[in-house]
């Protein structure tokens, strides 16, 4: 790799003839600045962005540690993120944790280290020590998933919303037996679906069994397990709503291996679109997020922020986003022992 002195050997100039030109300062002649641009090109010469932005006490590049990439929902969000950090100049580093705690925080610790200008982050457990977090004045921005209790910035769903609404179309669709697969509970998305299931079940006088809820982990083998669990019961669920794309999954899986069909046996409805949903047989039924709009509002809060405190400010900001999700009525829900698509157009 070559370095400024062998610009500036193969210009025949001053090392600080070179920097004045790669900083465009000013003060160098026509001449002087085509021989130095020529040799740039010669010589393929790359800036150290790096040790540039250390410099300038930033280096144009945004951490995000994300729990699960191969889930096509945080790749969405990735993908907005960039889009808007690369329309303003700034580069990712993706850290993935795969749903392991501790690599939360070493992925966080190295991010520091590498002296990012900023955090996306959407955790695999319930983390200690934000505090320690909040006094490296370490800008992070939450998405998705927010330990109970933070009010900090972030970007969510308005979760309890979406799962209410899944319920009560299935509510509408005549079934009374509706059980439901929760995601982990150590985490405000989750809780807030497990919730607004209840609230639509408790207005429908509807009660919930206790062996009609079952606990998940958001994949999709927990998925799969609860959905052996709750088809083999005595009495089983006419239907199920599933609160992850992993675990809806997985419950398809377990539909198929007992032999059972999907809407005629038990009606099925996810949380999470997919790009495939749509393709799946049958078509699946699910509370579409707007994934690539939460990493894009996600990167634009980080980043206005980051420019703030560049600008004097004093980094006070509790602001939260809550985008709305929209239910996709496709052909895995029907009535209790019905089949096609249910009462509504099908998207």
Not at 93 to 105: V, W
Not at 156 to 174: E, R
Request: net charge neutral.
């Amino acid at each position: 790799m070559h370095t400024i002195h062998d610009v500036a050997r193969l210009a025949g100039v001053s090392i600080a003839t070179v920097s004045a030109v790669l900083n465009k300062k000013g003060g160098v002649s026509a001449e002087l600045t085509d021989r130095v641009e020529k040799a740039l090109v010669a010589l393929d010469y790359q800036p150290h962005q790096l040790a540039r932005g250390l410099k300038a006490r930033r280096t144009q590049t945004i951490g995000v540690v994300i729990p699960d990439l191969t889930n096509t929902f945080f790749a969405e969000v990735v993908r907005g993120a960039e889009d808007e950090a690369r329309s303003r100049g700034y580069s990712l580093i993706l850290c993935d944790s795969n749903e392991d705690g501790s690599m939360d925080r070493t992925n966080l610790d190295n991010l520091y280290a590498r002296r990012v200008d900023g955090v996306l982050l959407s955790p695999s457990h319930v983390m200690s020590g934000l505090d320690r977090l909040s006094q490296r004045r370490f800008p992070i921005v939450f998405v998705d998933r927010i330990p109970p209790g933070f009010d900090g910035p972030a970007v969510v769903i308005d979760n309890f919303g979406g799962a209410y609404q899944a319920t009560q179309h299935l509510i509408s669709l005549g079934h009374t037996r509706i059980a439901t697969i929760a995601g982990r509970q150590d985490f405000c998305n989750a809780i807030d679906r497990l919730e607004g299931f209840r609230k639509a079940l408790q207005e429908a006088d509807l009660p919930l069994h206790d062996e009609y809820l079952q606990r998940g982990d958001f994949q999709l083998e927990s998925g799969y397990r609860s959905g052996l669990h709750l088809l083999r019961l005595p009495k089983p669920p006419t239907a199920i709503f599933s609160c992850s794309n992993k675990m809806t999954l997985g419950l398809m899986s377990a539909v198929t291996e007992l032999g059972l069909r999907c809407p005629e046996n038990v009606s099925v409805l996810g949380f999470d679109d997919f790009d495939w949903a749509a393709n799946f047989s049958p078509r699946l039924t699910t509370v579409a997020q707007p994934t690539h709009e939460m990493g894009h509002q996600a990167m634009r809060m980080l980043l206005d922020e980051i420019q703030n405190r560049e600008h004097g400010g004093n980094g006070n900001w509790n602001k939260k986003v809550m985008l709305k999700p929209e239910l996709r009525i496709r052909n895995s829900t029907a009535p209790p022992g019905g089949s096609g698509p249910a009462r509504a157009s099908a998207s």
